[in-house]
């Protein structure tokens, strides 16, 4: 009962107020090209100073949820990801809109993030001392086999050939030794550049190899970008309702995947969109859909991508590590705030933690009001701007965005050149998305690598250490699945059309 009121406590005039302010900001900060939710909650930090702890958390907490969500629209709309955890939202959702049920994708979107929100929302309640436990017994090799098994899904779910998706994950891969390394401090591929020593900024990859594209091909096609809605047409809620009740056991499988995805310091919203996405397809009878605006892959990359913020503050709360990169920046002021994180925040500190677990609870519930009306707005005014105007206003943020990020202009050169680079690979068939995510997780994957050598190796058994424990090999066993499953559908597809062709 006491938690309950702890909880209650959040429903005060102030914290709601603070709440719709939050999440307002945070759509429309998450759905600006650059401005991820690190950079939404790390700018409005300073703001939370002078308030009561309970109402800080509460207000960054909802800038953080509204940010997530709003990086759906930018990858519904104009194919370019808000956020790094909003990748596997462009591949159904932007087909979506270029055949006119834009409004739908941004419907659906909405109800799968309060779905995916409130589970994680709920696990951060109820399971955050167990799970924070299974979390301490990842080690360095358990994060490299993840980072690989990341990688290998992303090249399994290109578009087109499977080769061709691990070819943009190697480019990926390639991207991320650049400057120094993540351990060892070694130079590597600068040129003698100064400016990259600190290696490819993802945001400014990110926004290079989806924005660019997608401005070359505006100015290079006389048609229109987007097809604009029926008449009589706008949430489409009740046709959302249906697609969300039919695809109900989709929607809450990527919200638990996201929640558990998301307990691992590190992994983030990109991975866990990217398992929920490969698990809905391969378990979906419209397998072969997903890529061209099925609405069960965006429910599926929704739903997991809102679950990693509840998810992500379990190792925060418990154990001092964060487990996104926007729970580092709340850790960070709530320690200004003279916090210590650890079973004292379920104790001594119950009334802070279970009032801000309240205010997230609260912070869900709004994306539906705000992010309906936010969207419908949005997608109407995306169709109707002539491309004269969008053109150069999407460029405009392209490039403040990408200079904000380190104060860098280089970082705009890296941005334009990977985009020209990403615009003449797509037209061979190599997507941006494995690019992108072989940047994100290279990282990852080497320090986890090298760090399992040299403790195999001071251990006198480096092939012991990848392959000697059981989350190791568990791991390992969905890597091979996810790199066999393709190539076993390929080969059941050929061979139920020679069946076809020998009748």
């Not at 009962?1 to 900001?25: C, H, K, Q, R």
């Not at 994680?120 to 080690?139: D, M, N, T």
């Not at 100064?194 to 997608?214: K, M, R």
């Not at 987007?226 to 989709?250: A, C, V």
Request: aromatic share 8%; proline share 6%; net charge neutral.
């Amino acid at each position: 009962m006491e938690t309950l009121g702890f909880m209650m406590a959040a429903f005060s005039p102030i914290n709601l107020l603070l709440a719709v302010l939050g999440v307002s900001a945070g759509i429309f900060i998450g759905a600006l090209p650059g401005l991820s939710a690190t950079m939404a909650v790390a700018v409005l930090v300073p703001v939370t100073f002078g308030m009561p702890t309970e109402a800080a958390l509460i207000m960054l907490g909802a800038i953080y949820t509204g940010a997530i969500y709003g990086g759906s629209y930018a990858a519904i709309l104009v194919n370019t990801p808000g956020t790094p955890s909003a990748i596997a939202t462009t591949f159904d959702g932007f087909p979506m809109a270029k055949r006119g049920d834009g409004d739908l994708a941004v419907t659906l979107s909405t109800l799968s993030s309060m779905v995916g929100g409130l589970m994680g929302a709920l696990a951060l309640l109820s399971l955050a001392p167990l799970l924070a436990q299974i979390a301490l017994k990842f080690g360095p090799v358990e994060y490299f086999w993840l980072a690989i098994f990341g990688l290998t899904l992303i090249s399994a779910l290109s578009e087109g050939s499977t080769l061709k998706g691990f070819i943009g994950a190697g480019i990926g891969l390639l991207l991320s030794t650049v400057g120094v390394a993540v351990v060892g401090a070694d130079i590597r591929y600068s040129f003698g550049s100064q400016f990259l020593l600190g290696g490819v900024e993802i945001i400014s990859a990110l926004i290079g190899l989806y924005c660019i594209p997608v401005l070359i091909d505006l100015v290079a096609t006389p048609s229109a970008h987007l097809q604009p809605p029926g008449e009589g047409r706008g949430i489409r809620f009740t046709e959302s309702l249906g697609l969300m009740w039919r695809s109900k056991f989709n929607s809450l499988r990527s919200a638990v995947i996201g929640t558990a995805v998301a307990i691992l310091p590190g992994a983030g919203g990109s991975i866990a969109s990217l398992v929920s996405y490969s698990e809905a397809r391969r378990t979906s009878p419209r397998s072969d859909n997903f890529g061209h605006g099925e609405p069960d892959g965006m429910i599926a990359t929704e739903s997991a991508n809102n679950a990693t913020v509840g998810g992500g503050f379990i190792p925060t709360f418990v154990l001092g590590i964060p487990g996104t990169p926007p729970d580092a920046v709340i850790l960070g002021a709530l320690l200004v705030q003279g916090f210590r994180t650890g079973p004292e925040m379920f104790t001594t500190h119950a009334h802070v933690t279970y009032t801000f677990i309240g205010g997230l609870f609260i912070a869900t519930l709004l994306m539906l009001p705000l992010g309906l009306l936010i969207g419908r707005y949005a997608f109407k005014s995306i169709v109707t701007i002539p491309k004269a105007l969008l053109v150069p206003s999407i460029a405009f943020m392209t490039i403040i965005g990408t200079y904000a990020i380190r104060n860098n202009p280089f970082d705009v050169v890296v941005m334009v050149v990977l985009g020209v680079v990403g615009w003449v690979l797509s037209r061979y068939g190599v997507k941006p998305s494995p690019i992108v995510l072989g940047l994100i997780l290279g990282p990852i994957a080497e320090q986890g690598f090298v760090q399992g050598y040299l403790m195999g190796n001071a251990s006198g058994s480096v092939v012991g250490a990848f392959f000697g424990r059981p989350l190791s090999l568990a791991i390992i066993a969905m890597v091979l699945l996810s790199v066999l499953f393709p190539l076993w559908r390929g080969w059941r597809h050929r061979s139920s059309k020679e069946t076809v062709h020998g009748h």
